[in-house]
C-alpha cells in the first residue's frame, strides 16, 4: 500500500477547534482534504455519487449496443432482452466491486498495527 505517514503537528496536541459558525452536530471534520496518497473511504455517500454516475452511463452504453442489435435484427423483442441481460451483468460487476473494495477497507482496518 502506497501513503505517506502524517506529518506530527507542531501544536501543544489539543484537539483542533472548529471553524465558527458550523454547528455543534455537523461533523465539521469532514471539510478536511484526506492526505496526499490515501485512498477516499468506501461509505454510503461514495456509493450513492458513484452510482449517480455509472447507471446513466450504463443505460447510454448498454442502449447503444441494444439500437445496434435492433437495427441488425429489426427485432424489438431482442433489443430489449439485450439490454437487460447487459445491463444486469454489468451493475452486477460493479456491485461486486464495491462489496469486495468495502470487505478489503473492513479487514486491512481490522488488521492494522496499532498507532503509538
Known amino acids: 500500500m ?5 506529518k506530527p503537528s507542531a501544536g501543544s ?8 459558525g ?5 461533523p465539521w471534520w469532514r471539510l478536511w482534504p484526506t492526505p496526499r496518497g490515501r ?7 461514495s456509493l450513492v455519487l458513484g452510482a449517480l454516475v455509472t447507471i446513466p452511463a450504463l443505460f447510454f452504453i448498454d442502449g447503444l449496443l441494444s439500437g445496434m442489435a435492433w437495427y441488425a435484427t429489426k427485432s424489438v423483442l431482442l433489443a430489449v432482452i439485450l439490454f437487460a441481460v447487459l445491463f444486469c451483468f454489468t451493475f452486477l460487476e460493479l456491485a461486486l466491486v464495491a462489496y469486495v473494495t ?15
Open 22 to 26: 458550523i454547528p455543534p452536530w455537523w
Open 39 to 45: 485512498p477516499q473511504p468506501v461509505n454510503r455517500r
Open 2 to 6: 502506497i501513503t505517506e505517514e502524517r
Open 102 to 116: 468495502k470487505r478489503r477497507q473492513e479487514y486491512e482496518a481490522r488488521h492494522a498495527p496499532p498507532e503509538d
Open 13 to 20: 496536541g489539543a484537539p483542533p477547534q472548529p471553524p465558527s
